[in-house]
């Protein structure tokens, strides 16, 4: 069964520091896979996507995340941190051959000044 | 706004009570989801609708009833709720041969 793991309940990083949000998934093929943000009260918003090519994908807001296949994993990176990155973010991947997106169970991601 | 909207944004009702949620998208997509999200599970996959045709639902108790007139409205209708049906629920759009959802902001529901 197709799956995504997000290990961290909450991550902690300084103002101006490099944050990694991590994510690991199983899939049966190739993966498509995705970053979502979810401010407080609102809904997710689209953050990026890997579906094929360079393994270093970036996306909205200054983040990137790193496609490796070995490891399986889909880690959402920013070089320097802002306190306004303090969100809930979720990493999905695609259903292989459907229209369904499985959803990990959220990161919390505290930005300290 | 993001293009898909929920109303309302907030409800509280009782267990005896019938009310429904409303989602509106402008994007031209043609599949819209029903999500519930509770605190630290993964989010929920309750509905999918497909050019207007029910092609999922999760399991979810019959107390929960979709209806989608047309492609750009979707609705969710609420009767004898439970206290752990307490969640935001959370509106989707998108495009068959795209990838990615366009989510609402949610309805946070109440069940007192």
């Known amino acids: 069964a197709q799956s995504v793991a997000q290990p961290e309940d909450q991550v902690n990083v300084a103002e101006g520091n490099p944050l990694t949000v991590k994510c690991t998934y199983s899939?049966?093929?190739?993966?498509?896979l995705f970053w979502y943000v979810q401010y407080p009260n609102r809904g997710l918003q689209f953050l990026l996507k890997?579906?094929?090519?360079?393994?270093l994908v970036k996306g909205s807001y200054g983040f990137e995340a790193e496609f490796n296949k070995s490891q399986t994993s889909f880690h959402l990176k920013k070089p320097s941190a802002l306190v306004s990155d303090s969100a809930l973010y979720f990493c999905?991947?695609?259903?292989?051959?459907?229209?369904?997106?499985?959803f990990g169970t959220g990161t919390r991601l505290k930005v300290l000044a | 706004e993001t293009g898909v909207t929920q109303t309302p944004r907030h409800l509280v009702m009782g267990m005896t009570n019938k009310k429904s949620l409303k989602c509106e998208q402008h994007?031209?997509?043609?599949?819209m989801y029903w999500y519930k999200q509770s605190a630290k599970k993964p989010l929920e996959l309750m509905f999918v609708?497909?050019?207007?045709?029910?092609?999922e639902n999760n399991s979810v108790p019959s107390r929960f009833s979709p209806e989608c007139p047309n492609s750009s409205h979707l609705f969710l209708h609420l009767h004898t709720l439970q206290p752990e049906d307490s969640a935001l629920y959370l509106c989707?759009?998108?495009?068959?041969?795209?990838?990615?959802?366009?989510f609402g902001s949610g309805t946070r529901l109440t069940v007192v």
């Open positions: 899939v049966s093929g190739n993966p498509y």
């Open positions: 999905a991947v695609r259903d292989t051959g459907t229209y369904k997106y499985i």
């Open positions: 890997y579906i094929t090519g360079d393994n």
């Open positions: 994007l031209g997509h043609n599949a």
């Open positions: 609708y497909s050019l207007e045709e029910r092609v």
């Open positions: 989707a759009s998108s495009q068959e041969g795209q990838y990615g959802y366009t």
